[in-house]
């Protein structure tokens, strides 16, 4: 957490016990209702996040925590202060049976909302206590999971597993000056494959993958399991190349691979006709299939076809080809899905003549050009502005000319609104110019824009900027910056109000800390 004045400290208590979100069992008498056992830990900021895992016994004092259990529609279910002395353990009694819940903690310090944690499908039944742990985290600031990654790594990607756990996979984990020329660097792709344990704080080893790979995309499923889809066995970093991060086609990795998270368990099969993707979009779509569209190794390579996971197909799903191939070539560009299930592809339109945006429509399986010009970004980050469903915040990325990429502009971030394809430039441009940033949507915030590369040279930034839906401007974040800079990593929203971030590279060398960005409490 910062101080005044800038400083920094790290500091966490061990929880005094372990157990998952949703068991439940009998521990004697209790008041009607329901009860609940509360553990929490918490891990504030070392600058930079530690790579290697050090304990430190001394935690901040909280005088108070406030707990609230919401529904899967957001209704308020119950809400209690809770006076602490001392200890790290809370028991409470008298809750309302119910499902799927959402419990929010804050921990309050001398007085001062200062701590905020949360956890996932807690299930409240008459007589017994459920058991629940939380991760408490510093608010609008950065803050440290307990453990980092087992394994360094950048390029790699993430998605929620069904339990509120979050999967970590791939990505390259050993960098190498030889093997693609003078002034470029090779990574090499690993299977390796992480949880992080929101409760907890803590990431651990879990199944790797059948085949290294990075740049990849993971995206969940109706059941609770994993989709991978393609990437790379290596990665060439190439301020020279045509493409700064660059990919031999014979690098692709031509498979698909499910998670079965009960089973800890991988199934690998061919992507159609053996056609490996990097550089994709991968979308769920409201019926619980995924488009895949666009992608390739170069701007010569760039595909113009779309493939859709269906996940009732055979064991574990397969692939079908879209109705029809997109209206021009694409890759690292973004998607974005409307309220109304159309899913937008942005940016990455290797024709200038092109238009910017196409729309894949599911149910006519079909894709249609959208009147927009201003938006051509390869590797821009695309996202929907809180409470404004027609409006997109584009940022980042670098334009084509045609015959190259031009490099990043701060300029470069738009309000797009889907209803009329209009689009306003923000005056005030972005902190530092990005492109393979994240983007990640905060519940009664707005949009929270992530480190990323800074140029062809793969230089990181710290740099941290909130969108805010309330008056569509952008802002900093204040003395508030990534613990170092960050780039290549995964991110994912935690319950709604929190951001992690965990591996990457900070421009030099591979990180496998992890550190979460936590909002402001928002009723």
Known sequence: MRQKGGSVFRQFCVFAATASLLLACDLGDSKPGGGMNLSFARQALDSPCPETWVADANPPALSRLDVRLLTSTGELHFKKSIELNGGDNVIIDGIDPAYDLTLEVVGVESGTPAWRGASQHINIIEGRNAFADVFLTTMEDMSCSLRPLHQARSFTTAAPLGDGRILIVGGVSALSADGCGPGCTLGQATAAVDVFDPGTGTIYPVAALHDPRALATATPLPDGSVLVV????????????????????????????????????????PLPEGEGRVFHSATALDDGRVLVAGGGAGVTEAL?????????????????????????????????????????????????????????????????????????????????????????????GMRFD????????????????????????????????????????????????????????????????????????????????????????????????????VGGTDGSSLLGSGEIYTAQTAE
């Open 402 to 501: 045609g015959n190259n990429l031009l490099p990043p502009e701060s300029s470069n971030i738009h309000e797009y609104n889907s209803q009329d394809d209009s689009q306003t430039e923000l005056e005030s441009g972005m902190g530092s110019p990005r492109w393979m940033h994240k983007a990640e949507v905060i519940v009664g915030q707005g949009i929270l824009l992530a480190g990323g590369f800074t140029n062809f040279q793969a230089q990181a930034t710290d740099n941290l900027e909130l969108f805010a839906s309330s008056d569509g401007l952008l802002h900093s974040a204040g003395p508030v910056r990534l613990s170092t800079p960050r780039a290549g990593n995964a991110s994912l929203v935690l319950a709604g109000t929190r951001v992690l971030l």
């Open 304 to 396: 113009n076809t779309a493939i859709i996971f269906d996940p009732t197909n055979e064991s574990v799903g397969d692939f079908v080809d879209a109705g029809t191939l997109m209206n021009t070539p694409r890759l690292g560009h973004a998607a974005v899905r409307n309220e109304d299930g159309i899913i937008l592809l942005i940016g990455g339109a290797i024709r200038p003549t092109a238009q910017a945006v196409e729309e894949y429509d599911p149910v006519a399986d079909v894709f249609n050009n959208r009147s927009v010009s201003g938006l051509n970004y390869f590797f821009c980050s695309a996202a929907n502005v809180p409470l404004q469903p027609n409006n997109i915040l584009v940022s980042g």
């Open 230 to 269: 393609g990437g790379a066995s290596r990665v060439q970093l190439d301020p020279a190349g045509e493409l700064p991060v660059d990919v031999d086609p014979v690098d692709l990795v031509p498979s698909f691979e499910v998670y079965l998270p009960a089973e800890d368990l991988w199934i690998r099969k």
